[in-house]
């Protein structure tokens, strides 16, 4: 909507509440009253018209009143809501009537309400607009005064109106202590539960009280009723969630809610195998920082402000980004473009760095995204999806604006993104300014940096198009990804050199059903002691497992810190091997497993597969997955009556044997089942390297398990995949995939 039609809504004659001894004698109250009321429809018809004129005549209006009547709060706060309404049209401010010269209208607001609560200090009003108006405000803000006020407001009007934007402004200055004090005040006093249970999580995650803070955010959401609440977990979530999962959000039964925020942020816990409730800690975290370090300076009509009934809108102000590659032009024109055309229009923009980012940035030639909030600038949109950047370059010299380069490490490539502006380096771009020494600081983030600098030092404007548009791409490609997902890897001083198996069961030890996990993790870089007793040589290991409901997206975790004991000490070509068990309903899953060192400085993230756990009471036919084992191997499983033997490495030597364990269940007693086995090399010659075997059951009862001997002589060192098709009478047939490797003796 236009951003002064909010206006509309709220501009209403606010009572004057100040003491009976400050009012103004009655004799001059109505022609007073009238000027306000008159004032107040001159700002509607303004609102209405987006017509500054009208506007202008309600600052002079307003200012008169006040003048005569300086102890009447109303004026003062109808005389800052005019103001906000000339900041949010976009004009520019006036030296005028309480307007000082320099100020724009956001500060001019700032110090009405300032005034108005100097009027009538426990005017909840009054402090409620200035809590919002502060909290936007990014040069010269108010904060100081604003406190004072605000903390004088609360003290003698301890109200939801006056506690609230206390403590969002308290948290905003960084006295979390305060903010928390503040919220649980506001808590007691009557304020919204649910708002009071989001603002007071968010305070308490910056203060490091983790369980509380996760606590009290679920519990703020199953009060998310109300469209207040609902609107403010949903402005943190449009941070960072995709338009998918903001649909899913919208169409919610209020109920719902709660439960639909814990598997949307443990999806992602799951997805890097973190604990349950690292992200959400981790998206607060960013946020303080973000809003402490890259709080926007442009102003425009995008922002949405607050009425004095929601002091935390501009927190609120979190809409929909516009991704713009390039020129804006479309994938057909980038076809027919030659190449380095934005190359060559780029070298004729100026001859100094700042030329030409003055030229880009007026001609959005590399301007390469564009947010439509504005709260904080480009890298704090980044930030809230990528965090911390692996490393960053910056160059100063004379005649080139700040600029700066971040880089990320993530498990499918380097991102690098850069970041250039005219007082700070705000605005995410899809290329540098052509200017060598500003490639060459780039360098230690990619060695093209480097080859650029070079090529741009000697051959001036007419460095090589085709590495400048490569280079164009790379960065627009990178901005692409940057600003529509989001990630929180895991990050270890050393990677451990490890693999992992997963198996989705009817059967297990200790479970119904659920997936059996078994890894082998290489020795080196393993810490141990020696146990005093035993004198064995003892190996601790936090094994952590995440699996994924790929229907409903539930998370179940397994953290578990485990010692592993050897008679002496591996050597660093050996592996420690071990095995889990997760119990899972059935169901498919996605299933990632970490396993770490006590420290958490050594250690590694698998994506160990995708398991189908079936139900042993299934009525119609389910299969498990197909454990693949090695006879004789020091892992076994006992799943009576049998003993099933494990290959946590994954791997057999050539012309050995495997063993093959499954379970069926929703067989039909007396009825013969077939089972066709199948390996095949996945790649190279598959059809000269592969084993076919087939087997007919019959049913005995309604769940079975079947246990074989395969014999691998005659295939050559490899990779495979084992297929199995499991076929029913009635011609119902399930198939199940494994991966096996077959290596040099």
């Not at 460095?463 to 490569?470: I, K, N, S, Y």
């Amino acid at each position: 909507m236009n951003s002064l039609g909010w206006m509309a809504g709220i501009v209403m004659l606010v009572t004057a509440s100040a003491p009976a001894g400050a009012q103004a004698p009655a004799t001059t109250l109505p022609d007073s009253a009238a000027d306000l009321h008159a004032a107040l429809a001159l700002v509607d018809q303004a609102v209405r018209n987006h017509d500054r004129g009208p506007l202008d005549e309600s600052l002079r209006r307003f200012a008169a009143i006040a003048q005569a009547h300086p102890d009447w709060p109303a004026p003062w706060i109808e005389l800052g809501r005019a103001k906000l309404a000339l900041f949010d049209g976009g004009f520019p401010a006036k030296e005028g009537p309480y307007q000082r010269l320099g100020t724009d209208y956001l500060q001019g607001a700032g110090n009405a309400f300032l005034r108005a609560l100097d009027a009538d200090p426990g005017n909840a009003v009054a402090a409620s607009l200035l809590g919002a108006t502060v909290l936007r405000e990014v040069v010269q803000p108010q904060t100081g005064p604003a406190l004072n006020a605000l903390r004088r407001a609360a003290a003698l009007t301890p109200t939801p109106s006056t506690l609230l934007p206390l403590a969002i402004l308290e948290r905003q200055s960084g006295n979390d202590s305060a903010s928390a004090s503040a919220l649980r005040q506001y808590l007691t006093v009557g304020g919204d539960s649910g708002i009071g249970a989001i603002e007071l999580a968010t305070t308490l995650f910056n203060l490091g009280q983790r369980s509380e803070a996760e606590s009290l955010y679920y519990a703020g959401a199953r009060h998310a009723g109300g469209a207040a609440v609902r609107d403010r977990y949903r402005t943190d979530l449009r941070w960072i969630a995709n338009p998918a999962e903001l649909a899913g959000y919208d169409s919610l039964p209020a109920g719902d809610v709660s439960g639909w925020l814990r598997e949307f942020w443990n999806r992602r816990d799951a997805s890097e195998g973190r604990k349950l409730g690292d992200r959400l800690a981790e998206h607060y975290r960013r946020l303080a920082y973000v809003l402490a370090n890259f709080r926007t300076n442009r102003s425009g009509n995008k922002r949405e402000i607050s009425s004095g009934n929601d002091p935390n809108g501009s927190l609120r102000d979190i809409t929909s980004a516009t991704i713009v590659l390039g020129d804006q032009e479309t994938a057909a024109s980038r076809e027919e473009r030659p190449l380095g055309g934005t190359a060559a229009t780029l070298a004729g923009l100026g001859s100094t760095p700042n030329a030409v980012y003055a030229g880009l940035m007026s001609g959005s030639i590399l301007i390469a995204y564009s947010s439509e909030q504005n709260l904080i600038d480009d890298r704090g949109v980044i930030y809230m999806r990528y965090g911390e950047p692996t490393q960053r370059a910056t160059y100063h010299g004379p005649a080139v604006d700040p600029n700066e380069s971040w880089k990320y490490l993530t498990p499918s490539g380097e991102l690098i993104f850069h970041f250039v502006g005219n007082i700070a380096p705000s605005r995410l771009v899809n290329q540098l300014v052509f200017f060598p020494p500003l490639y060459a600081s780039r360098a230690i983030l990619d060695p093209r940096y480097d080859l650029l600098a070079f090529d741009l030092q000697h051959r001036g404007r007419a460095a090589p198009p085709e590495e400048l548009e490569e280079d164009r791409q790379i960065n627009a490609e990178a901005i692409r990804i940057g600003t529509t997902t989001d990630a929180f890897p895991l990050a270890f001083d050393n990677r451990l050199d490890a693999v992992a198996q997963a198996y989705g069961l009817a059967h297990l030890p200790g479970a119904p059903s659920g997936a059996l996990v078994s890894f082998a993790v290489r020795a080196e870089h393993l810490a141990f002691g020696q146990d005093a007793a035993s004198g064995l040589s003892v190996y601790p290991i936090r094994v952590r497992i995440l699996a994924e409901n790929l229907t409903n997206g539930r998370v179940v975790e397994h953290d578990s810190l485990r010692a592993f004991a050897n008679r002496v000490p591996l050597t660093n070509r050996q592996y420690l091997t071990g095995q889990s068990v997760l119990p899972l309903a059935p169901g498919h899953y996605a299933v990632r497993v970490v396993l770490a060192d006590t420290t958490g400085k050594d250690g590694v993230a698998l994506l160990a597969d995708t398991v189908s756990v079936p139900s042993s009471a299934s009525s119609h036919l389910t299969l498990s997955d197909v454990v693949i084992g090695r006879e004789g191997s020091a892992q076994t499983v006992a799943i009576p009556p049998e003993r099933i033997p494990l290959n946590p490495l994954g791997a057999v030597p050539e012309g050995t044997t495997v063993t093959l364990y499954y379970q069926a269940a929703g067989l039909t007693p007396g009825k013969s089942y077939h089972a066709r086995l199948e390996l095949r090399r996945r790649f190279g010659d598959r059809d000269k390297d592969r084993l076919n075997l087939s087997f007919t059951e019959r049913a005995v009862a309604t769940a079975a398990s079947y246990h074989r001997t395969v014999d691998l002589r005659n295939l050559r060192p490899g990779a495979y995949q084992l297929r199995l098709l499991f076929e029913a009478p009635d011609g119902t047939t399930i198939e199940r995939r494994q991966e096996l490797n077959v290596v040099k003796r």
